[in-house]
Nanobody, 121 residues
Framework: QVRLVESGGGLVQAGGSLRLSCSASGSIFSINSMAWYHQAPGKQRELVARLVKGGTTYADSVKCRFAISTNNALNTVYLQMNSLKPEDTGVYYC????????????????WGQGTQVTVSS
């Protein structure tokens, strides 16, 4: 089983910054990707940023403001959020797409519990 634990959300004024963290534990053979998703109130969950071996991708709405990164151990993913806007408000979920047992395993999506980010105007 793969467990993801998030931290770092909170209340911040528009223009401020927050850094989210997501630590993984459990049975992980290899990691295909790490990502952050945003779910605004009353809306569907949307991809914000993804990190793969080849690089990173970002939603247009957060380009040049958010940055996704990982640590050397590849068991923690971060989301640095700068120049926050009220529309960034919502719950942020981390996601690891992994192989749990071997190269022949079926990819598995693990999700964090979500962390609330509120940006006041």
């Amino acid at each position: 089983q793969v467990r993801l634990v998030e931290s770092g959300g909170g209340l911040v004024q528009a223009g401020g910054s927050l850094r989210l963290s997501c630590s993984a534990s459990g049975s992980i053979f290899s990691i295909n990707s790490m990502a952050w998703y945003h779910q605004a109130p009353g809306k569907q969950r949307e991809l914000v940023a993804r990190l793969v071996k080849g690089g990173t991708t970002y939603a247009d709405s957060v380009k040049c403001r958010f940055a996704i990164s990982t640590n050397n151990a590849l068991n923690t993913v971060y989301l640095q959020m700068n120049s926050l806007k009220p529309e960034d408000t919502g719950v942020y979920y981390c996601n690891f797409n992994v192989l749990r047992a071997s190269l022949f395993d079926r990819p598995y999506d693990a999700w964090g519990q979500g962390t609330q980010v509120t940006v006041s105007s």
